[in-house]
DNA sequence: CGAGGGGATGAATACGTATACACTCAGACA
DNA sequence: TGTCTGAGTGTATACGTATTCATCCCCTCG
């Protein structure tokens, strides 16, 4: 009761060397049908589990990922953890997650060099971390999630930020905006960034220019979002539309607008990025760009196991398609 | 490069024994105070850290506390784990997360006998769920956080759910409400249970009597909360509050209350449960009882570390108050 | 000046598993 | 009948660290 069995209580007990129980669980040919048998019976009647650190230490594989992230109430970022969660699993695999926002950064490059994970997933990649650069000096397989980093020479798999981005602004353009707002993040990642430069492209591509008021660089959490609507809707001749780079902080502009009294879409429209399961809600019903999750994490993970497998592959950089998802916050004006 | 180093190479390197270089790491008093500056100046040099897997063997302390939840994506438990992962990793603890929707049983009850975390959380322990007795039977250190289970001689931290929706019937009772909708939950876990049950006994004791139909038994999602309210508010009498048992239920029945184009607070009042950061958004600005979360988890994790130095100790059930957080939900009829 | 003692260190071992290697024993083939 | 082969098994070792035990040296004290 005290100590859980070993193989080698489990051998005494078959009869048989603790090297054939290991062949046994291994599931190594060279072993004796009836033998096997005899084991597998003494190993179930002992609820026998064997040591995972004794097994990793040996094998040099622990089966476990480390997965990096910031702000999981984030709604998109819980999806995307969600999401890993899923496919590692189904996979037989455990993962161990860091929130580097907790996390000093002395202690991350701490974890980074104990063997105790086979691999790593960046969902928050920025330049200004030094996170990426100490994985890949590590020498532990990466891989780069919905956050990228141009240029650098490590997996990546993200959404197409830009062309969504750029779809988001065609549309409004599409449907007679002139006068649109852009609430934008300081962040500096090249998500966020892409979604900023392609909404601009698509404007510019159709000859409609922001006005520089309308720009609102904002930090990330919902209450920017508000305060950025209730700047710009405040105004004597407030925008028609407002593009945002997350869905955060749409649902702060949405509620923004409510606080002064807007209507959506009657007075204005609002667009924005990641297309989250709350964007349905009835309270939202926002129209959204959406970053396909499911395939950037089954992608990124198996692109991870296939760098596990060979780390001298050459690197990837895979990037996903972002539709667009319409719903009641913007509405057709025809 | 291909192989990282390990104190066996540093010792040689220092002109010293592995043993020595294990004092050093371990702050073993033992050791001559200038052999542990040069091998210090080594072990720096080198950027050289232990490997944890083979620590753990020795020691048999992972430093990892496994965490067990459902529905990440759920406001709540967003919540719940990043106060978790704070909390952990200010105390050099890492976190093994594991879904258990995802996690067929069967590999849950492997993972419990692994050895490779110190202790577990678990903070979506039910009654059919085999989880908690699993967790206990493998001779783990376990703390059920946030759900607990009556009689169970486990250590548990919930909030007092009964208190708190007792405190959130008697308030509707004093503002005037006698026809209460109670949306709740057909879960078996005594979380929700006891959200129900101490909302029914301060209507009781106020002579306050719920009418059978003013009670809806739903699903977690919010689109269940949508349907109640809707069911609700469609009537020719329909009820002046609803009360429900989580945030995101409450989020559905406003959301359900704007389609059919019930008036909060005016036509309806709404309260819900947890205090969820968005219960503030202005979309929602929802009433709710509030979870401790923050001390939940801190005394959790707190007991979880006692248990685990200590593993013959008497178990404890912590209970923790859970106040009202009144806002625009609900508003003063006088 | 010898016995004793304590501070530092090295050698050896154990944690529990996987695996290279050695060995046994049939059966096959000459 | 003796050698060879190969399947099946056991023995021994390694993974990298922490720790016990033995050792050594220097100092103190009688």
Known sequence: MSRPPTSRDLARLAGVSQATVSRVLTNNPKVNAETRARVLQVLKDANYKPNALARAMKTGRTDTIGVFMTRVTSP?????????????????????????????EEAVAEVLQQRLVDGFLLTSATYDSKLHSMALASGTPTVLLHRGIDGLDCDQVVGDNYQGAYDAGRYLVDHGHTDIGLVTLTHTGNTSRDRDLGFRAALADAGVKIKP?????????????????????????????IYTVTDLLAFGILDG????????????????????????????????VEQP??????????????????????????????????????ANRH
Request: with cysteine.
């Open 76 to 104: 998109f970022h819980a999806e995307l953890l969600d999401e890993i969660g899923r496919v590692l699993s189904s996979m037989g695999q455990h993962m161990i997650l860091w929130n580097i926002e907790h996390d000093p």
């Open 293 to 330: 999750v499911h395939s950037i994490v089954e992608t990124g993970i198996q692109l991870l196991r296939e760098r596990i497998a060979d780390p001298d592959r050459p690197t990837e950089v895979i990037t996903l398609p972002c539709p667009l998802a319409i719903r009641g916050s913007t």
């Open 257 to 288: 607008a409510r606080a002064v009294g807007a209507r959506v879409p009657d007075d204005v429209w609002v667009v924005g990025f990641d297309n989250t399961e709350m964007a349905a809600w009835e309270a939202f019903d926002l129209t959204s």
């Open 213 to 241: 008021g309308n720009v609102v660089p904002v930090d990330v959490p919902h209450s920017a979002g508000h305060a950025a609507a209730v700047k710009l809707l405040s105004r004597k001749k407030p925008p028609t539309a």
